[in-house]
């Protein structure tokens, strides 16, 4: 579901379902342009940030005052020294693009891993709890109330869908200060509806399947029924909104960052280092373009490799 | 039917409510002090203490609850300290910016996404509905604010080529296209992706219906079967979300608005947190969320309308 | 005054408040005394004014804050400045170009008795308010100054009060009572004919004439300004060369010329327009297209290089020297036996920062700073440099004083560009000398109540305006012991009661000459205790379009339109 941010990645009711073989899958994935696009798109920004000390010996927080800046203190073009140019201090851009993939992908896969885990369990245990009662002794009396756990449930799914959450995000970081664990749980704490909502849908449907009507009949306990029966069926709809998730929380740590209450500065971070500058994209368009291109490499791989893994999931609509 | 509709209005209100604590929680934990906003910096600590009482601002927070809830039931939304107006006249005042950018950027969205996904459905499976597909997943990905900044770097440019189609540098005027399109665009690029992939989805079930394969077997033209017939049934859904991304852009679109500098109501948004001005922050999160609450709303009373299955 | 000179409210100190040309010593009425500076160093040459101004024409600003009041008694920002002093004017102002002060409202200074505590203002006569539909409502009496005051006062005003009464005006005899609830009229201030008023001082203050030219000291219409401020900002009225013509919150405000100004041959131009909420980014590209006359905020850091660079500009670039200090400050105070309580470990410290770099960072636009008071201000002091840049030493220094391995502390800093940058430039010269440092920005309105929080912040970046045109606001505000305070504005908390003392006397001290020696012995004692590194004063630079003529920076006013017109033939 769209927000202002747009969550970066494309959500629609997927149908995904495990239809046909593994080696179908397999051949319907590896035979998808996009698969290879987004994977190799992947491999090569997590290469970045695991690999960074590897590719540049420049600290990245480290501000070149003399060689790094023109004699009017604006920042210096590539060179042998600095071969992606300086920054506005005077700081390698090559060193900070790198280390800004570790801050862009510590928050994305951390948030969207949180995300995720509190998406799929509120929407799965929605579906499968339904209304139980609670059942009390008053004395000699039994009384049973109800509680409505699958309303409480989603209606709170949709009150945190109705908040305007990028102000939610704006004030929190404001009041607690901004530091790299707020800024994932917060992101976390916004995003985890999309998925919560999907599974929803998706857990109701297969709740309503003949093998868990029999599982019931026997007298299996619902929260083993979730567990060994019904998961298997939400995998591949919680690997393609997960690999989907990381896009949209990158895109909003780069939003909260550019905005300004993003991760501490002067911590590598492509939104932060993209508002850093924005003074300079008439004059010296490089030190904008090149993060926004990093954020949107990033955004695109995964979101290229969700889209392929829908499809091999569920080849019904790519025949 | 009714109760139906009283249940879920019943469960809007609880979520106003519910947003309405939330926020005004967490304003009055702003480490910010709204009294020396409004005082200055230079002003000294007794004229900054004067301001603070003057405004009720040392009052208990039960205190300042209850007046700003009686307050809000009795249609005054308080006082921004920092604009000096009122908030309901000052969101009202700054809406017609947003709601225009709204409108246009939903516009391009659906004359971006619409066509395409019509076009992918019948040729799907090939080359064109691959391209189109990487094509709207390229243009979701590319950051919001990043592409606004392009776009005003490139009219700048085309500017001093001579181009003046465009106004330079952002900005505002009611109903003006020079300044209109560009945010708008920005908008519509991002989010043309949505609305291709649900129509692409809607349009391959349509197309595999009985009636579809009738009316070709008739001999109507595919354009007339596409357009006339199979679109009417396809886009439901679409209208579904047009409904959604209605609720939360009227809600005040932050970050484009930010980028061209267009007066609305999420550019007042982000000033209102970043001044701690505390009745504007209660004031735009609370419409922003009415926006979304009634777009919710609005659409879920449609769906159930239309679509009997839906239980009462 | 703590302000960025980006910052949203930084200008509106600067623009209450100038060099104090004369205004010093008690007893003296008129005249400049100690270093009057006409024009200060680092102006733009001044255009001189041609011998008949051409009229008419509409002038286009534009600021990236909005404007928040129109009411002279409660107006404290920065857009508001220029705006109000169109509508509005006090009985002093300051010359066009320079810092002294001149009588406006008033027909000549005002008489000042021996004692420096009863001013007798005399004002012209044949002075109409004009309402914002272009008519006249009435002449203007001396009355309506003594009601001006008194609503300055008023701790009634809706929605807030003045944000100044008790600073400005609070030593007015009479005003603690109206301030207090206790009274409605100040005793102090009687009107004693149609057209002169008498204001009786609780103690002599020479600093008393600058509160007459401030936006405060205002001449407004009783039956009009009330205590609702938000109806006097939405129709305002005012004696000033332009009136109000429409004014749409977060877009525009439209000033349109005074047919009925009592001054002749003003107002210059037929409109000026006042665009805000524009990216500043935006209006530079508006004033280069020529479809913007003013930049209301300075160049963009990232256009800066290019701008003031290329020859096409050169006429259109307007630059001057502001009077305030860029500074980091240590919590001398600091609980616990810290390391920033310890003497050493300060100059130490004043020895690590490459105040160099730092100017570079604002693209040369400014001078280093080595002492307390900006070069512009009286008693500032050239040879106050007491600390040398040599950051071996300073290391070698910091291990005498008990740290050779350094110690871990916090910078707090604000978001506006650059203040983050000079941030991260400060931490790698800490660092360098062994002190880890961790920079923390926030929001200005969250940074200010940070730093008025005692000892919440152990180093501060921020900066300084002055409040009005005399050494001892750089002084008292952020540097005594009664602003070491919660609320207060001495950020490191510094507290010395000899130096507090001497303070005391210069204040009152009524021989010119011996003041600034007085002020200069002050700032060497207070460097010698090291509760700040100064590191710069800012210079303010904009551009005009090739239209604007008569525009320069002013020294107290920053952005004063009042004598700019449209060049003929453009």
Request: with cysteine; glycine share 8%; hydrophobic share 45%.
């Amino acid at each position: 579901m769209p927000s202002d941010v747009r969550v970066g990645s494309v959500d629609q009711d997927f149908e995904v379902a495990v239809r046909g073989s593994r080696s179908r899958f397999r051949r319907a994935l590896l035979r998808n342009p996009a698969f290879w696009l987004g994977a190799v798109g992947v491999v090569i920004v997590v290469s970045a940030a695991v690999f960074a000390p590897l590719i540049t010996s420049h600290d990245p927080n480290f501000a070149f005052r003399k060689e790094g800046l023109s004699a009017s203190g604006d920042p210096v073009g590539p060179s042998a020294l600095f071969p992606l140019g300086t920054d506005e201090l005077g700081r390698d851009y090559l060193s900070r693009l790198l280390y800004g993939a570790r801050t862009s992908l510590t928050v994305g896969i951390g948030a969207n891993l949180i995300a995720t885990l509190i998406g799929v369990a509120v929407g799965s245990i929605a579906a499968f709890a339904g209304t139980p009662r609670l059942r009390f002794r008053f004395g000699s009396r039994v009384v049973r109330i109800p509680i409505p756990v699958e309303n409480i449930l989603m209606r709170i799914t949709d009150a945190v869908l109705s908040f305007p959450v990028l102000l939610l995000a704006i004030a929190l970081v404001a009041i607690v200060g901004p530091s790299l664990g707020l800024v994932i749980l917060v992101i976390a704490a916004v995003l985890w509806t999309p998925i919560a909502r999907v599974v929803y849908s998706r857990a109701l449907v297969v709740r309503e399947a003949d093998f868990v009507l029999a599982a019931r009949a026997v007298g299996v306990r619902p929260a083993r029924i979730l567990t060994k029966h019904v998961m298997p069926h939400l995998i591949p709809l919680i690997v393609v909104y997960a690999t989907l998730g990381i896009a949209s929380t990158v895109l909003f740590e780069a939003t909260l960052s550019f905005l300004g209450v993003g991760v501490p500065v002067p911590a590598a971070s492509w939104g932060g280092m993209i508002i850093e500058h924005i003074g300079y994209y008439l004059t010296d368009p490089r030190v904008v373009v090149l993060p926004g291109l990093a954020i949107m490499v990033t955004i695109l791989s995964f979101n290229l490799l969700g889209d392929a893994l829908a499809d091999a999931f569920d080849p019904y609509h790519w025949q | 039917m009714t109760t139906y509709l009283l249940r879920r209005l019943g469960w809007a209100a609880l979520v106003l409510a519910g947003v309405a604590l939330l926020t005004f929680f967490l304003s009055y934990v702003l480490p910010a002090d709204p009294a020396r906003m409004v005082a200055g910096p230079q002003a000294r600590p007794e004229d900054v203490a004067a301001i603070r009482h003057a405004l009720g601002l040392d009052r208990p927070f039960l205190d300042q609850l209850g007046t700003y809830l009686g307050n809000i039931l009795h249609g005054n939304f308080g006082h921004s300290y920092h604009q000096n107006k009122d908030v309901l006249p000052l969101l009202l005042q700054r809406f017609p910016a947003t709601a225009q950018l709204a409108v246009a950027g939903l516009f391009l969205e659906l004359l971006i996404g619409i066509p395409l996904g019509v076009m992918a459905a019948t040729r799907k499976g090939t080359g064109f509905d691959r391209a189109a597909t990487v094509l709207t997943i390229v243009l979701v990905s590319a950051p919001s604010f990043w592409v606004g900044y392009l776009i005003l770097e490139a009219v700048f440019q085309a500017h001093k080529a001579g181009f003046d189609l465009f106004a330079v540098g952002g900005g505002y005027k009611p109903f003006d296209l020079r300044y209109l399109v560009l945010p708008a665009l920005t908008l519509g690029f991002s989010g043309a992706a949505y609305y291709n992939r649900i129509m692409r989805a809607t349009m391959i079930d349509e197309l595999h219906r009985e009636y579809i394969r009738t009316a070709r077997a008739k001999g109507l033209p595919e354009r007339r079967v596409l357009w006339h017939h199979a679109i009417r049934n396809a886009i439901g859904p679409v209208v579904i979300q047009i409904g959604l991304d209605l609720g939360f852009f009227l809600g005040g679109v932050v970050v484009v608005e930010q980028v061209f500098s267009w007066p609305g109501i999420g550019k007042l948004a982000v000033e209102s947190i970043v001044t701690a001005d505390v009745p504007l922050i209660m004031g735009t999160v609370l419409f922003g969320t009415l926006c979304i609450v009634i777009a919710n709303l609005a659409v879920d009373i449609l769906n159930a309308v239309v679509d009997p299955r839906i239980r009462f | 005054m703590q302000s960025l000179i980006r910052g949203p409210r930084a200008i509106a100190i600067v623009a209450i408040v100038g060099l104090a040309a004369g205004a010093c010593s008690p007893g003296a009425s008129t005249g400049p005394e100690g270093s009057g500076s006409a024009a200060s160093p680092g102006a733009t040459a001044a255009e001189s004014q041609p011998a008949t101004i051409p009229q008419g024409g509409t002038l286009s600003i534009a600021y990236q804050s909005d404007l928040q009041h129109l009411d002279p008694a409660v107006m404290y920002d920065t857009v508001g400045i220029a705006a109000v002093r169109l509508m509005f004017e006090s009985p002093l102002t300051y010359d066009n170009r320079t810092t002294q002060l001149v009588p406006l409202l008033l027909t000549e200074m005002p008489a000042i008795s021996a004692d420096g505590k009863a001013y007798t203002l005399k004002f012209r006569t044949g002075i109409n308010f004009v309402k914002t539909d272009g008519s006249v409502l009435r002449e203007m009496t001396a009355d309506d100054f003594v009601y001006s005051l008194n609503r300055v006062l008023d701790p009634n005003l809706k929605p807030s009060p003045s944000p100044v009464a008790s600073a400005f005006f609070g030593n007015i005899v009479g005003a603690s009572d109206v301030i207090g609830g206790k009274a409605k009229t100040a005793s102090g201030i009687k009107a004693t004919d149609a057209s002169t008023v008498e204001v009786d001082l609780v103690k002599a203050d020479a600093t008393f004439s600058n509160i007459l030219a401030s936006t405060f000291a205002a001449v407004v219409p009783k039956e009009l300004a009330t205590e609702d401020t938000a109806a006097f900002d939405a129709a305002p009225v005012g004696t000033g060369p332009y009136v109000l013509g429409s004014y749409t919150k977060g877009q525009q405000a439209t000033f349109l010329a005074n047919k009925h100004y009592w001054q002749p041959g003003q107002p210059y131009l037929d409109e000026i327009d006042f665009k805000v909420g524009v990216d500043d980014n935006a209006a530079l590209q508006q004033v280069q297209a020529g479809t913007l006359d003013i930049l209301g905020d300075q160049i963009p850091s990232g256009s800066f290089t290019q701008v003031t660079t290329d020859p096409q500009y050169a006429d259109q670039i307007v630059r001057h020297s502001l009077v305030e200090t860029q500074y980091m400050s240590m919590d001398a105070s600091q609980p616990n036996g810290g390391p920033l309580s310890k003497l050493a470990v300060r100059q130490a410290i004043e020895g690590a920062i490459d105040k160099e770099n730092i100017l570079k960072i604002y693209h040369g636009a400014g001078v280093v700073a080595d002492c307390i008071l900006p070069p512009d201000m009286l008693g500032f002091d050239p040879t106050c440099k007491p600390y040398t840049f040599d950051q071996a030493a300073a290391k070698t220094a910091l291990a005498a004083a008990g740290y050779p391995t350094g110690f871990k502390t916090t910078l707090y800093t604000d978001t506006t560009d650059p203040d983050p940058k000079v941030a991260a430039a400060l931490q790698q010269d800490l660092a360098t000398i062994g002190i880890t440092v961790e920079v923390v920005t926030q929001s200005f309105d969250t940074f200010l109540n940070t730093i008025e929080t005692p000892h919440e912040a152990p180093l501060v970046y921020v900066g300084w305006f002055e409040d009005y045109p005399d050494p001892s606001d750089f002084i008292d505000p952020i540097l005594s012991c009664a602003s070491a305070v919660k609320g207060g504005a001495n950020a490191s908390w510094y507290c010395n009661q000899a130096i507090d003392a001497q303070a005391a006397a210069a204040r009152g001290e009524v021989d010119g000459a011996k003041r600034i020696t007085e002020y200069q012995a002050i700032q060497k004692a207070i460097m010698a205790d090291a509760p700040w590194v100064p590191l710069i004063h800012e210079d303010w630079v904009t551009l005009e379009s090739k239209r604007v003529g008569g525009f320069v920076i002013h020294p107290v006013w920053l952005y004063s339109l009042r004598d700019v017109y449209i060049k003929p033939g453009t």
